[in-house]
């Protein structure tokens, strides 16, 4: 089973940027999957903001194009999540998993958005 590790969450204001991470257990199940990040708020369901395939193509929730940018680094089992521009609607946990047969989900990281 692969571990999940999601990092680099904060409080910013309005307008700022912050980088998360998503570091993985396993080597050769994470890079041969695509991964998104996704985020939840209290009281709605877990939204799926960006992906990328095992070969770098990215997609975006039209909430977040031009805003977020979602980038891999297989040599480090990692994901990257760049949010620039950030909106006090972005406030949300925020976790990252393959798109389907999910693995166990990790602890997240929380990131703030004040106006």
């Known amino acids: 089973q692969v571990q999940l590790v999601e990092s680099g969450g904060g409080l910013v204001q309005a307008g700022g940027s912050l980088r998360l991470s998503c570091a993985a257990s396993?080597?050769?199940?994470?890079?041969?999957?695509?991964i998104g990040w996704y985020r939840q708020v209290p009281g709605k369901q877990r939204e799926l903001v960006a992906r990328?395939?095992?070969?770098?193509?990215?997609t975006y929730a039209d909430s977040v194009k031009g805003r977020f940018a979602i980038s891999r680094d297989n040599a480090k089992n990692t994901v990257f999540l760049q949010m620039n521009s950030l909106k006090p609607e972005d406030t949300a946990v925020y976790y990252c998993?393959?798109?389907?047969?999910?693995?166990?989900w990790g602890q997240g990281t929380q990131v703030t958005v004040s106006s």
């Open positions: 998993n393959k798109l389907f047969a999910l693995w166990s």
């Open positions: 396993r080597s050769t199940t994470f890079s041969d999957n695509a």
């Open positions: 990328i395939s095992s070969g770098g193509t990215t």
